[in-house]
């Protein structure tokens, strides 16, 4: 672990205790309610909100590894087709110190690998896990629109086992010492943005954001990125249209981090589409669909994964 890493570990520690240990605001003081429209919330895209509230998000998705072809002078090229199955599981708490501040914690813990023989030898496994925390400022609000500051910085490990790596380089290189059937890299993250709500109807609310974030990772592979990116959301809550307490509500996301640990990239975009449960504002629970482009392992390749998440987040 560097230098960086133990410091960011212990602000990391002092900050969960803040999180944890100050007064909350109700949610009755700083809702998230604008001009009389309720939020649908994302656990991808952040939003101006001043909230205590408990997150859960699950998400899952199968895709297609691209076909790859393996040519190691024997008498014919292998050839390379599978399923490749993404989870991911998170957790976050926030909690309102005041009517302008509020700080959160989270933690998340992702897996992908193939789940046939072609694609678990081609793609591999990889794993990680992830720690992190964050604060929201409100800067400006008014009846129907608010605008606030976010930043966010997590740190974590990320584990890969690549087989066809690992071959390819005992054919090229011999075996040796430094041969590794498992690479280990320590990641660190970060956000910081400028993110807007407004509510022209009761019905429909807008938000958007513009982020830099910068990551990097050490270890058996190093690697560091710096980027700009932006996320917009809207949303249709038909409950305010016909009493129907359901809610719809499509997403942008281009993410100026790296995805799960493995590295910086260049497209990281996400589409989706959320249908939400409305009838309460201190119940939030939706199913979203995700359209995203994800990186391969150890790979400059990219395949299309449609995602399934289910998001439920209580505010207190």
């Known amino acids: 672990m560097t230098e960086f890493h133990r410091t960011a570990a212990a602000v990391l520690c002092i900050?969960?205790?803040?999180?944890?240990?100050?007064s909350p605001v109700g949610a009755a003081e700083t809702g998230r309610t604008l001009g009389g429209h309720t939020f649908m919330p994302s656990t991808r895209i952040r939003d101006p909100f001043i909230t205590t509230y408990l997150l859960s998000g699950t998400g899952m998705s199968i895709f297609q590894l691209p076909m790859l072809t393996i040519d190691w002078e024997g008498p014919e090229p292998v050839v390379v087709e599978g399923?490749?199955?993404?989870?991911?599981?998170?957790?976050?708490?926030?909690?309102?110190?005041n009517d302008w501040?509020?700080?959160?914690?989270?933690f998340s813990a992702t897996g992908r690998g193939g789940i046939d023989e072609k694609s678990v030898f081609a793609q591999g496994v990889m794993w990680s896990f992830a720690g992190g925390f964050g604060a929201t400022a409100r800067v400006w609000g008014a009846e129907r629109a608010a605008l606030a500051v976010c930043a966010d910085v997590a740190l974590g490990n990320a584990y890969?086992?690549?087989?066809?790596?690992?071959?390819?380089?005992?054919?090229?290189?011999?075996?040796n010492e430094e041969s590794s059937f498992v690479a280990e890299s320590n990641t660190s993250q970060g956000r910081l943005g400028l993110v807007?709500?407004?509510?022209?109807?009761?019905?429909?609310?807008v938000t958007a954001?513009?982020?830099?974030?910068?990551?990097?990772?050490?270890?058996?592979?190093?690697?560091?990125?710096?980027r700009l990116g932006g996320s917009g959301t809207v949303g249709v809550d038909f409950k305010e249209l016909d009493a129907v307490p359901v809610g719809v509500r499509?997403?942008?996301?281009?993410?100026?981090?790296g995805q799960g640990g493995t590295g910086p990239d260049d497209d990281i975009r996400s589409y989706g589409v959320g249908v939400f449960y409305t009838g309460r504002p201190d119940l939030s629970i939706g199913v979203d669909a995700i359209f995203l482009r994800l990186p391969l392992i150890d790979s400059d390749v990219k395949t299309d994964a449609l995602q399934f998440s289910v998001d439920m987040r209580y505010y207190f």
């Not at 900050?15 to 100050?22: D, H, I, N, S």
Request: charged share 20%.
């Open 209 to 226: 954001s513009a982020d830099w974030g910068w990551a990097e990772g050490s270890g058996d592979r190093n690697w560091d990125g710096r």
């Open 250 to 257: 499509v997403a942008f996301s281009s993410q100026p981090i």
């Open 15 to 22: 900050a969960l205790v803040v999180v944890f240990g100050a």
């Open 83 to 97: 399923d490749v199955l993404y989870l991911v599981q998170g957790f976050r708490y926030q909690r309102a110190l």
């Open 101 to 106: 501040l509020a700080v959160r914690g989270a």
């Open 196 to 205: 807007g709500a407004w509510a022209p109807k009761r019905w429909l609310g």
């Open 160 to 175: 890969t086992i690549n087989i066809l790596d690992f071959v390819e380089d005992i054919i090229e290189n011999g075996w």
